[in-house]
């Protein structure tokens, strides 16, 4: 409750700063129409001209409410410019990617912590891969996808998000996978145990805190990683689309609904991974705390 | 005479580290027999722990001969004739107390059916029926380390290895976990060898007491109790008791001034 309180009062005082924003930058459009038609500009007028430009630089808050309703809850699902249609193909390539990049992530940091080769291997290799920026890298991966012959986008554009989320995984996954101390290594070598059994019985499990950190910042990239590669690849279809085509056609709504619609829609992607680590949590034997 | 359990002679132990050699173990000869409590005594790095670890095979003498039931410590530890217990409890913290003994039974391919009989006796066993579907952080410490000696029984091994068990508890939880383990120790009859920095503690559990000396690991004295097997709290204020004390005090500050 406190913390609602506090998310609330942060809100409102957005609100009120972008409705301050909005008003003195949609108003130099305000006056040179104005002048143009040889009228005066009152107050009120000048307010309510703001509020309800059709292309504004900047639009205020419930224009972008009424574009965002508009746009899910009375367009068709089917429709083109439905957000709901959009945010689906983005959610589809964030998914996708997520779940790649979770794959890789485990993968590689598991051959990083078993293996002295994948070790010197592997670790350089993953930290270079960041230091490249994916922009530059995704043209190259569609005309790479394309001459393997995947036919579509998706697959290009979920590699460049898993490109992005199997970062954090590997890292977090490379750090938890070594977490158990010797302590708990002699104790299974007292037991006999095999390499596998050490894996699946103690590293594993001890690694699943750092898994479960890392999902949160793993998703998000692969959200960004997903709009970017709609952006970068000459995509039409995608909430990253939809921004492009927003503000190439002078479609301030557009852009900004689609905005909002990623923004939500990573919020909720964020909100389903907590929910998610809270339950694997408390089945681990975690404090209901 | 029977064969001892636990057979050393002349061994040597020595670590490479980047400073040069180690020298922490010199020429330590032991014999432990079936059903002894053996306590191994002396300050820091004296080599009481180092020693329990090349029983448990954990770690391998650069020379002379060590045996456990007449086969090598590395053959004996795959036999499982161990049950190790840490100075810290090391209970997963993601598996029930059930679950925690459970595990070296996994590892050891024990069958399913008797996982379930073995966890019954072993909490019996160390007075912690009931607590099976806890999870480690709901047990106090005490509680805790018992658990974790439960589940070094949980596999039936003859020798149990205990290396400062009880260092990190406080000093009436202690002679609590003392009693305890003697009790114990009277119902198995295993063999049990316990590295430990407290004399009375030392003294009250063992029938053989180990005084060690650092620079290197050296055993000083070895000193058989003539207590009985049945031991009160209370024997510690006894003569007999203080006596052997005293001689452990001795043989620490001989190896302290050598």
Not at chain 1, 149 to 158: C, D, E, I, N
Not at chain 1, 244 to 271: H, K, N, R, V, Y
Not at chain 2, 112 to 136: A, I, M, N, Q, Y
């Amino acid at each position: 409750m406190k913390n609602l309180t506090a998310i609330l009062t942060v809100v409102a005082a957005l609100v009120v700063l972008w409705y301050g924003a909005a008003i003195k930058m949609n108003s130099t459009w305000t006056y040179d129409q104005a002048e143009r038609a040889g009228t005066q500009v009152t107050f009120s007028e000048l307010i309510s001209d703001t509020m309800s430009q059709s292309r504004p630089l900047l639009p205020a808050p419930h224009q972008i409410v009424t574009e965002l309703w508009k746009t899910t809850v009375e367009k068709k699902i089917t429709s083109k410019r439905s957000m709901i249609y959009q945010g689906s193909i983005t959610l589809k390539t964030t998914l996708l990617g997520f779940a790649l990049g979770i794959v890789l992530g485990v993968a590689s940091a598991t051959i990083i912590v078993l293996s002295r080769i994948g070790r010197l291997t592997l670790m350089p290799w993953a930290i270079i891969s960041q230091t490249i920026p994916i922009v530059a890298l995704a043209p190259i991966i569609v005309v790479l996808s394309n001459a393997a012959g995947t036919g579509t986008l998706m697959v290009p554009k979920a590699i460049i998000a898993a490109y992005l989320s199997f970062y954090p995984v590997l890292v977090s996954m490379v750090k938890g996978l070594s977490s158990p101390d010797a302590m708990q290594l002699d104790l299974l070598r007292t037991y006999g145990a095999s390499q596998s059994n050490v894996f699946w019985k103690l590293r594993l499990p001890s690694s699943m805190p750092y898994f479960f950190a890392s999902l949160k910042v793993s998703v998000a990239a692969a959200f960004v990683g997903a709009v970017v590669a709609e952006l970068s690849t000459s995509a039409i279809a995608g909430l990253g689309a939809r921004m492009l085509i927003g503000s190439q056609f002078g479609e301030p709504m557009i852009m900004w609904a689609a905005l909002f619609a990623a923004a939500i829609l990573a919020a909720i992607l964020i909100f389903l991974v907590g929910t998610f680590e809270r339950i694997a949590r408390q089945l681990m034997g975690g404090r209901t705390a | 005479m029977k064969k001892p359990v636990i057979d050393a002679q002349g061994v040597d132990l020595t670590f490479q580290t980047n400073d040069g050699p180690v020298h922490a173990l010199k020429d330590v000869n032991l014999e432990i027999n079936k059903g002894d409590f053996v306590s191994f005594i002396g300050p820091s790095g004296c080599g009481k722990t180092t020693f329990l670890r090349c029983i448990a095979g954990l770690e391998t003498p650069t020379g002379g001969k060590l045996t456990v039931n007449g086969i090598s410590p590395e053959e004996a530890r795959k036999a499982r004739a161990y049950g190790y217990v840490f100075q810290a409890a090391g209970l997963y913290p993601w598996r029930t107390i059930a679950g925690n003994i459970k595990l070296p039974l996994e590892i050891m391919g024990y069958p399913k059916s008797e996982h379930d009989e073995h966890v019954r006796k072993v909490l019996e066993l160390v007075d912690l029926s009931g607590f099976e579907k806890k999870f480690p952080w709901q047990l106090s410490g005490g509680m805790q380390q018992r658990a974790s000696i439960a589940r070094a029984l949980a596999f039936d091994a003859e020798i149990l290895l205990m290396d400062e068990p009880f260092g990190a508890l406080d000093e009436i939880v202690r002679d609590h976990l003392n009693e305890q383990l003697l009790q114990l120790w009277a119902r198995t009859e295993k063999t049990i060898g316990f590295v430990t920095h407290s004399i009375p503690e030392a003294v009250y559990l063992s029938t053989k007491i180990v005084v060690m000396s650092p620079r290197p690991g050296r055993i000083t004295d070895v000193i058989e109790s003539p207590l009985p097997k049945e031991r009160p709290l209370e024997i510690r204020d006894t003569p007999e008791f203080i006596e052997i004390a005293h001689r452990v005090r001795e043989g620490l500050r001989a190896g302290h001034d050598a």
